[in-house]
């Protein structure tokens, strides 16, 4: 079992940045990947933004190309997301996620396990 536990959502203005954290815990050598998703009200769960724990390169939805940034701390078991020049688009509530088999990244489907998710709310 793992257990998984997001922090540094808030309240930002459009142009601002925040960093998320996702720290896993329990039977973490069976990770083989972590990955964020994001749910607004009335939407599906989207997919945002993955990084491989076993060589696996950082890979992002087109949307957040080139303001997000993924990042991870394999000793501390963490994963961070940078989010730089925040647009009210990106609005909702951030999962970590984290798989231990080899299934398609991009989908919830394909992932094990799930943290109870952090606000993120971008201002106009």
């Known amino acids: 079992q793992v257990q998984l536990v997001e922090s540094g959502g808030g309240l930002v203005q459009a142009g601002g940045s925040l960093r998320l954290s996702c720290t896993a815990s329990?039977?973490?050598?069976?990770?083989?990947?972590m990955g964020w998703f994001r749910q607004a009200p009335g939407k599906e769960r989207e997919f945002v933004a993955h990084i491989g724990w076993r060589g696996l390169s950082p890979y992002y939805v087109d949307s957040v190309k080139g303001r997000f940034t993924l990042s991870r701390d394999n000793a501390k078991n963490t994963m961070y997301l940078q989010m730089n020049t925040l647009k009210p688009e990106d609005t909702a509530v951030y999962y970590c996620a984290a798989r231990n088999y080899l299934r398609d990244f991009d989908r919830p489907s394909g992932y094990d396990y799930w943290g109870q998710g952090t606000q993120v709310t971008v201002s106009s």
């Open positions: 329990g039977r973490t050598s069976s990770i083989i990947g």
